[in-house]
């Protein structure tokens, strides 16, 4: 197995992971070179990623750590641009869990170290990157409204009680989402485009997802009176294109027209946007994946 240079990039509120230190210890011993640096500051993954040098750099952290390393690889040029490692130590890893990457710290790492890199497409909201999901209305408040000390003292469960208590005062969001194909679809309570499969601390939205297929995964939800419930959880089980209430598609691209500025989470980060474009940059990263990966298809290991 020939040797790599990885620069470990760890979120300073998880560098005592269990078993991490151990880790690097190991991978060292073996000969590969591992240069680690903690994060400090909001920014310091960004930047460290844009100027890091080595062939793997590896995101420690959670889905925010991810984010900012994700964003540092983008600015860079595509032909030099190193692979991404991931070990996932945040609360939810959406992305992490989504694609199979082992959640022990030890056995993350040593993926990035042996893994095969895979080129993926990578979303782009306007100007701003993301690797797995950017999700606006409901949802977006939901995650850019829970404390880190509830995140940190509930864990996934964190987000499922932010959402019961803003679920009593929440107003749909009012605006069009414009597909390719013309279609406009109306007063979207929360409309996901996703890259991956799962956000929300696990919750699985987009079930044929792939991240090397060229398409964004997108699902709308729209305001479901007490009603018509029933009817809402048979479209949702189904996932068709043209629901009342639910609906699911996959395009190259997609536009969100609010009628006002929305809270828009890309990745966990939340941000705002008086109006949004969302496409794909194809296969422009690549990321060391099980070789398993569920949302990969066969053809772009590299």
């Not at 269990?18 to 903690?38: D, K, Y």
């Not at 964003?71 to 030099?80: D, T």
């Not at 940190?152 to 987000?159: F, K, P």
């Not at 969302?278 to 990969?296: G, W």
Request: proline share 8%; with cysteine; glycine share 12%.
């Amino acid at each position: 197995m020939p040797l790599r240079d990885l620069h470990l990039i760890l979120n300073g509120k998880s560098a005592d992971a269990p078993g991490l230190r151990e880790a690097v210890g190991e991978l060292r011993a073996a000969g590969h070179g591992v240069e680690v640096r903690v994060t400090w500051d909001d920014g310091d993954a960004r930047r460290w990623a844009s100027e890091a040098e080595g062939e793997v750099i590896v995101a420690a952290g959670g889905d925010g750590t991810l984010h900012e390393v994700v964003q540092g690889l983008m600015s860079r040029p595509a032909a030099g641009r190193p692979a991404l490692g991931i070990v996932p130590l945040g609360t939810a890893n959406d992305f992490a869990n989504g694609c199979g990457i082992p959640a022990e710290p030890p056995a993350a790492l040593q993926l990035c170290a042996t893994g095969e890199p895979v080129a993926i497409d990578i979303g782009r909201a306007n100007d701003h990157w993301f690797i797995n999901a950017a999700s606006s209305g409901f949802g977006a408040e939901v995650t850019a409204g829970t404390p880190d000390e509830l995140k940190r003292l509930l864990g996934g469960a964190a987000y499922t009680l932010m959402a019961a208590i803003l679920a009593i005062t929440f107003k749909p969001s009012q605006g069009r989402l414009r597909l390719p194909h013309g279609k406009i679809h109306d007063d979207a309570v929360v409309a996901i485009i996703g890259n991956g499969r799962q956000t929300g601390g696990g919750k699985q939205f987009a079930p044929r997802a792939l991240l090397n297929d060229g398409l964004l995964d997108i699902l709308v939800i729209r305001e479901v009176p007490a009603a018509s419930l029933l009817q809402a959880a048979r479209e949702l089980q189904d996932l068709g294109p043209d629901g009342k209430f639910i609906s699911y598609r996959q395009a190259p691209w997609a536009e969100f027209l609010p009628e006002s500025p929305v809270p828009i989470n890309l990745d966990g980060e939340p941000v705002s946007f008086d109006r949004v474009r969302y496409e794909l940059a194809p296969a422009a990263l690549r990321v060391i994946l099980p070789h398993d990966c569920p949302v990969i298809g066969p053809a772009r290991a590299l």
